[in-house]
């Protein structure tokens, strides 16, 4: 029982080590950061010829219309879209793009079935139906509308022969959504942005995220298509290309708006998607990466933020355990020395995610009560995340789920709602709450855990109650953040 004790200790102990120092280098990141200036756009048109490719399967007419239209007002001429409808199966659906598509000479429709790989097969069919005088590939979402100087303002930054990738950030498309569910969501997307973007310009390895961003086509056929095995296919791409020398640019100027998640459902499979198709890319290449080429992978994995909640499900197993072990008598003094390392560590780490979402709030100019909202949905999808990141470990793939573009209605009972969409998070939190009642060995400590505990609990509460407002209190309109917490607050 001893050694077993000696093990279980050191094994909390290492944990322990590696989360201070993860919490160090996100520091690192944010001070990285700051010294980002957006680059300087000259407008001058290259005249170089892009294609701009869309992968949609299943997507409401109405949707893509909007986006079609929005690209059909760039003011940049030299452009083509290529549209690929995968695996849809209802006419209904992809008939009226196609007509819609073949009123315009800019577009072109291409409508498949049992086509594999998901989208990353899509993109590698609408690149077989590109013209040979493309230069360059633009990848937007269906979901997305975007502002008309998109391609006249950036593609002057391939005026620099080094820049092979050009990266610029979503705003918010707003309709169908509460404010308030809006706004938490808006945050965790602009975290995202204006810190890990930002710091992977600094460095020069800003990744070809599957949507607002351009790519020379030639860097695409050198590196290899898109890898349908990866949910990230983008980022998994954005590797090869940036392990093989390229540098990007990252433009932090929203020159496009994103529909987020309807529900609080689908939002929760989006990030665990995100999740767990970043762990697979971890899993299958970083050691080959840090052999050959160790301070660029050191560099670039913590991009795609596979490490943002890493600790969060070990540390709420080993706190289970530890008060466990506790109150069933089982202790000893090495036990004792990795818990009080374990509860000092999560303590920590929770002060840290408010440092960090303070710096969040200073740098985008948000109000204290958009900072709160953004970090209880942090909280309340933390588990989510750190799920989807230890899942590789069991799962060596899962089916790509789309996103749907419709609003789930919930129950009208708040605790059946919560239940149903964080059961795992929920009662890991309270068997967190109830054990610290029982062990109170650690003082401060172990209130400080009942409260982080039990915050995470609330936040979940919330943020189900702000996704089952009535529809009088939704949004008509697309709003950034900033005009979001003005109405709001």
Same mark, same amino acid.
């Given at each position: 029982?001893?050694?077993?004790?000696?093990? *279980?200790?050191?094994?909390?102990?290492?944990?322990?080590?590696?989360?201070?120092?993860?919490?160090?280098?996100?520091?690192?990141?944010?001070?990285?950061?700051?010294?980002?200036?957006?680059?300087?756009?000259?407008?001058?048109?290259?005249?170089?010829?892009?294609?701009? *490719?869309?992968?949609?399967?299943?997507?409401?007419?109405?949707?893509?219309?909007?986006?079609?239209?929005?690209?059909?007002?760039?003011?940049?001429?030299?452009?083509?879209?290529?549209?690929?409808? /995968?695996?849809?199966?209802?006419?209904?659906?992809? &008939?009226?793009?196609?007509?819609?598509?073949?009123?315009?000479?800019?577009?072109?429709?291409?409508?498949?079935?049992?086509?594999?790989?998901?989208?990353?097969?899509?993109?590698?069919?609408?690149?077989?139906?590109?013209?040979?005088?493309?230069?360059?590939?633009?990848?937007?979402?269906?979901?997305?509308?975007?502002?008309?100087?998109?391609?006249?303002?950036?593609?002057?930054?391939?005026? /620099?022969?080094?820049?092979?990738?050009?990266?610029?950030?979503?705003?918010?498309?707003?309709?169908?959504?509460?404010?308030?569910?809006?706004?938490?969501?808006?945050?965790?997307?602009?975290?995202?942005?204006?810190?890990?973007?930002?710091?992977?310009?600094? &460095?020069?390895?800003?990744? +070809?995220?599957?949507?607002?961003?351009?790519?020379?086509?030639?860097?695409?056929?050198?590196?290899?298509?898109?890898?349908?095995?990866?949910?990230?296919?983008?980022?998994?791409?954005?590797?090869?290309?940036?392990?093989?020398?390229?540098?990007?640019?990252?433009?932090?100027?929203?020159?496009?708006?994103?529909?987020?998640?309807?529900?609080?459902?689908?939002?929760?499979?989006?990030?665990?998607?995100?999740?767990?198709?970043?762990?697979?890319?971890?899993?299958? /290449?970083?050691?080959?990466?840090?052999?050959?080429?160790? &301070?660029?992978?050191?560099?670039?994995?913590?991009?795609?933020?596979?490490?943002?909640?890493?600790?969060?499900?070990?540390?709420?197993?080993?706190?289970?355990?530890?008060?466990?072990?506790?109150?069933?008598?089982?202790?000893?003094?090495? *036990?004792?020395? !990795?818990?009080?390392?374990?509860?000092?560590?999560?303590? +920590?780490?929770?002060?840290?995610?408010?440092?960090?979402?303070?710096?969040?709030?200073?740098?985008?100019?948000?109000?204290?009560?958009?900072?709160?909202?953004? %970090?209880?949905?942090?909280? !309340?999808?933390?588990?989510?995340?750190?799920?989807?990141?230890?899942?590789?470990?069991?799962?060596?793939?899962?089916?790509?789920?789309?996103?749907?573009?419709?609003?789930?209605? %919930?129950?009208?009972?708040?605790?059946?709602?919560?239940?149903?969409?964080?059961?795992?998070?929920?009662?890991?939190?309270?068997?967190?709450?109830?054990?610290?009642?029982?062990?109170?060995?650690?003082?401060?400590?172990?209130?400080?855990?009942?409260?982080?505990?039990?915050?995470?609990?609330?936040?979940?509460?919330?943020?189900?109650?702000?996704?089952?407002?009535?529809?009088?209190?939704?949004?008509?309109?697309?709003?950034?953040?900033?005009?979001?917490?003005?109405?709001?607050?």
């Amino acid at each position: 029982m001893e050694s077993a004790s000696i093990v *279980l200790a050191l094994l909390m102990i290492a944990i322990c080590l590696l989360s201070v120092l993860h919490r160090v280098f996100k520091y690192y990141v944010n001070l990285v950061s700051v010294n980002y200036k957006v680059p300087v756009i000259t407008a001058q048109l290259t005249g170089k010829k892009v294609a701009i *490719l869309m992968a949609i399967r299943n997507e409401e007419p109405s949707i893509v219309f909007k986006t079609l239209d929005s690209m059909l007002r760039q003011k940049y001429e030299n452009y083509i879209i290529i549209v690929v409808d /995968n695996n849809t199966e209802s006419e209904s659906l992809w &008939k009226p793009i196609e007509e819609y598509c073949s009123q315009n000479d800019k577009l072109k429709f291409v409508h498949i079935m049992n086509l594999k790989g998901y989208k990353s097969g899509a993109l590698n069919l609408a690149l077989e139906y590109t013209p040979e005088d493309c230069d360059y590939i633009s990848v937007i979402d269906c979901d997305t509308i975007v502002d008309p100087s998109y391609l006249s303002d950036l593609m002057c930054l391939f005026d /620099n022969p080094q820049t092979n990738v050009v990266l610029t950030p979503s705003g918010v498309q707003s309709a169908m959504l509460t404010q308030e569910f809006t706004l938490g969501l808006g945050v965790i997307h602009r975290y995202f942005h204006s810190i890990y973007m930002t710091y992977a310009h600094m &460095k020069g390895i800003v990744p +070809f995220i599957g949507n607002m961003s351009i790519v020379r086509k030639s860097v695409i056929e050198k590196n290899g298509l898109w890898d349908g095995h990866y949910l990230c296919e983008d980022m998994e791409l954005s590797r090869r290309i940036i392990m093989a020398g390229s540098k990007s640019q990252f433009v932090d100027i929203p020159y496009g708006k994103t529909l987020l998640p309807l529900s609080l459902k689908s939002a929760k499979q989006q990030f665990y998607r995100w999740a767990f198709g970043n762990a697979q890319i971890f899993r299958d /290449n970083f050691l080959r990466d840090l052999f050959k080429k160790p &301070k660029l992978a050191l560099s670039f994995y913590p991009i795609p933020g596979i490490h943002a909640n890493l600790f969060t499900l070990p540390f709420y197993c080993f706190i289970v355990l530890s008060l466990l072990l506790h109150v069933c008598g089982i202790d000893n003094r090495y *036990l004792e020395l !990795a818990n009080i390392a374990v509860f000092s560590v999560f303590v +920590f780490d929770t002060i840290g995610n408010i440092i960090t979402n303070t710096y969040l709030l200073k740098k985008e100019k948000l109000t204290v009560k958009t900072a709160w909202l953004g %970090l209880c949905f942090q909280k !309340a999808l933390a588990l989510t995340f750190s799920r989807g990141t230890y899942s590789v470990l069991i799962n060596k793939s899962m089916p790509f789920k789309i996103t749907p573009h419709f609003n789930e209605k %919930l129950q009208n009972n708040v605790l059946y709602n919560v239940y149903k969409n964080f059961k795992f998070d929920t009662c890991l939190s309270l068997v967190v709450v109830l054990l610290s009642v029982f062990d109170a060995r650690f003082g401060a400590l172990n209130y400080i855990l009942i409260a982080n505990a039990s915050f995470v609990v609330l936040s979940s509460v919330f943020q189900v109650y702000l996704s089952s407002l009535e529809q009088s209190e939704l949004v008509e309109e697309d709003l950034s953040i900033h005009e979001l917490q003005e109405n709001i607050y």
